[in-house]
């Protein structure tokens, strides 16, 4: 049994199985029926993501780490204390509270207001931004330091994610209305897909994500994570971040954003990147 567990046969087949999109738990519960033990299946499938075949891509990226060691549920940045309101380990994921003051949030609404589009996704098979029926909200991007409330927000963040600032990607503000969603997706860019070398040049894979709220809905416009079973309520002010150090859906970081019901909902997303983007 042990010989097995060591096979590149059994490691690409769960690499194989996560790439399709299977979560972990089904993996889990596919070797369980077949035969393995809990513990062995376990440790397949954590040999598999730290090893694995030499022709499969499974290197783990650094990702930013929040300093949430021994219980320190209280973050002082330079200028304001962030408060954690949940962390979890599989998937990677912590709940910030008071990241962003009213007035930060009303600023970010404000400058990007005028400048509201149809919402893009990026489609790693073809390098390209397009819309889908996938995400029906409207969105626009903010450059890096494009006002002085930005640059602080930007130099809050780097040192909360222990990331540094030109490592992420610029703020994308949305607004969703009732009706609108964003439907399950992942933030990596797929690796074997022809357009993703190119979506790699600035900055390398995106290895985080950090989903801020600028505005609640009356109901509706949870953050869903459908494999961890786990649904996060908007709150001004409050942000969710996750990080993925494969882009495998083994990480669990599958996210939706729930249909609004009533109101409106505001975000402000950033990617973060493995390295500086040119």
Not at 92 to 100: D, H, M, N, Y
Not at 109 to 120: D, E, K, T, V
Request: net charge neutral.
């Amino acid at each position: 049994m042990q010989t097995r567990l060591a096979t590149d046969e059994l490691l690409r087949w769960i690499f194989e199985q996560a790439k399709a999109g299977h979560s972990r738990a089904a993996i889990f519960d596919t070797m369980r029926r077949s035969g393995w033990s809990g513990e062995e299946a376990r440790a397949a499938m954590d040999r598999c993501l730290s090893s694995g075949p030499k022709d499969v891509p499974l290197a783990a990226s650094l990702v930013p780490d929040p300093d949430t060691g021994g219980g320190n549920w209280m973050i002082q940045t330079t200028d304001r204390v962030v408060r954690v309101l949940m962390s979890m380990s599989l998937p990677r994921l912590i709940v910030f509270g008071e990241l962003l003051s009213l007035e930060e949030c009303d600023h970010l609404i404000s400058i990007a207001r005028p400048r509201l589009r149809r919402s893009m996704t990026t489609d790693s098979w073809n390098g390209m931004s397009e819309p889908t029926e996938e995400r029906t909200s409207t969105s626009t991007f903010l450059d890096r330091g494009q006002t002085s409330v930005l640059t602080r927000i930007e130099e809050r963040i780097s040192q909360l994610l222990r990331w540094p600032t030109e490592y992420g990607e610029g703020f994308e503000v949305a607004r969703y209305t009732p009706g609108q969603e964003f439907r399950p997706h992942h933030d990596y860019f797929e690796p074997d897909a022809p357009g993703t070398s190119r979506l790699l040049t600035p900055g390398g894979q995106r290895v985080a994500t950090l989903v801020m709220y600028l505005r609640c809905p009356a109901a509706g416009g949870a953050t869903v994570f459908p494999e961890a079973k786990l649904a996060i309520a908007p709150q001004a002010g409050s942000a969710v971040f996750f990080s993925y150090d494969r882009p495998l859906s083994s990480t669990l970081t599958q996210h939706a954003g729930g249909p609004v019901v009533a109101g409106e909902k505001w975000i402000a997303t950033k990617w973060l990147r493995e390295r500086a983007l040119e």
